[in-house]
């Protein structure tokens, strides 16, 4: 069907700031693959940036931390202070930066990922999937429906390209209670507030968070300082237990498995799934075919659309599900989608799916 030409936005006007003239231009070519963005300019350091946002003011900007002249946090802090404008933090993201990152989440930054590298194909295509869909993401933030000319620029594949869906019976129901939950754009603060509200004896708690690698080690151990229940990123094996949330690796994907009475995790490599590593339609998927009617499934605040098959899935096999509610969202696209696959049992404000989930599960 074509879309009338009234009805379609302009592109995605980006500005690129990063010191290094490599990543600017690697990162130019991957924006401009996508035919809904177009990158109005670039810049080596944020004093340059400021010239040239007199002369074009963008959608969004794409923001290394490391750079002469002014650090990428100080100029973020700039721009929300002054003119706000969705920031997507480019980054290494080593170790040693990690929490460097969660600065800028704090400071307002709307998404983090790693810088690309030059690589094989693959690679290369899924750097282009992953920057391309962090500005879409940006831009929509606030917003409340997607934009009439937004496209995929590559295959979504689903959760099948992981683990098959289940064709056996779903486990009986149990007194123990496993929560999976799934998050994107603005996830990383809507974790925080859900986490926080928990006591110590909570039910076990499984998260995919779209975020990189390295990232989620620091943004685990920042939620356990501040949670009243252990926060821990996952490792293959780690047992789900109560009084403990396991946030999944970045870059991989994150299973729920049971053994006997034993629920635990699995982490494994895999293609992007549902454009994301990890995907919450992986774990959700997983939660269906291994707990059933003991889980309780939670899609958070993001864009696009994973967990919402996931979801269906889940409860078809009998799981409580939950999706935070439109005011309280970032952006509203995961939970919207479910919603929409009519397989959400609670729409709820962010404020009060803690307590629903404890009253459910006690």
């Avoid at 509200?197 to 943004?219: C, K, N, R, W, Y």
Wanted: net charge neutral; charged share 25%; aromatic share 4%.
């Amino acid at each position: 069907m074509t879309i009338p030409t009234h009805l379609l936005k302009r592109k995605i006007r980006v500005l690129v700031v990063d010191d290094s003239a490599v990543v600017r231009q690697t990162i130019i070519e991957l924006l401009s693959m996508d035919e809904d963005i177009e990158v109005v300019g670039s810049a080596s350091d944020p004093f340059l940036a400021a010239k040239k946002m007199e002369e074009t003011i963008p959608d969004v900007i794409t923001l290394d931390i490391e750079m002469p002249r002014m650090d990428g946090l100080t100029f973020l802090r700039k721009i929300m202070d002054q003119h706000p404008i969705p920031v997507v933090i480019c980054s290494s993201l080593a170790v040693e930066g990690s929490e460097t990152t969660l600065k800028a989440l704090e400071y307002g930054a709307v998404e983090i990922i790693t810088k690309p590298k030059l690589g094989t194909k693959n690679f290369l295509l899924e750097s282009q999937i992953r920057i391309c869909d962090a500005v879409k993401a940006a831009s929509h933030t606030g917003v409340k429906r997607k934009s009439l000319w937004e496209t995929d620029v590559a295959p979504k594949l689903t959760a099948d390209a992981v683990i098959a869906k289940s064709t056996h019976n779903f486990m009986v129901e149990t007194t123990e209670k496993v929560v999976v939950v799934g998050a994107s754009t603005g996830g990383t603060e809507a974790l925080r507030v859900l986490l926080e509200a928990l006591p110590p004896d909570s039910p076990g708690i499984v998260i995919v968070q779209h975020m990189p690698e390295h990232f989620t080690t620091a943004f685990a151990k920042r939620l356990d300082s501040l949670c009243k229940i252990t926060v821990k990123e996952a490792e293959n094996g780690d047992s789900i237990i109560r009084g403990r949330a396991l946030i999944a690796p970045g870059n991989f994907h994150m299973l729920l498995k049971r053994s006997g009475a034993r629920y635990y995790v699995e982490i494994k490599d895999g293609p992007l799934v549902s454009r994301h590593r990890p995907s919450v339609d992986v774990l959700f998927r997983s939660s269906a075919r291994y707990a059933g009617k003991n889980a309780v499934g939670v899609i958070m605040t993001g864009m696009g659309d994973d967990g919402a098959k996931g979801m269906l899935e889940l409860r078809e096999a009998g799981a409580e599900t939950i999706a935070q509610d439109e005011k309280s969202c970032v952006v509203f696209g995961m939970p919207n989608e479910a919603i929409k696959l009519g397989c959400v049992v609670k729409v709820l404000p962010l404020e009060n799916i803690g307590r629903h989930i404890l009253q459910f599960c006690n």
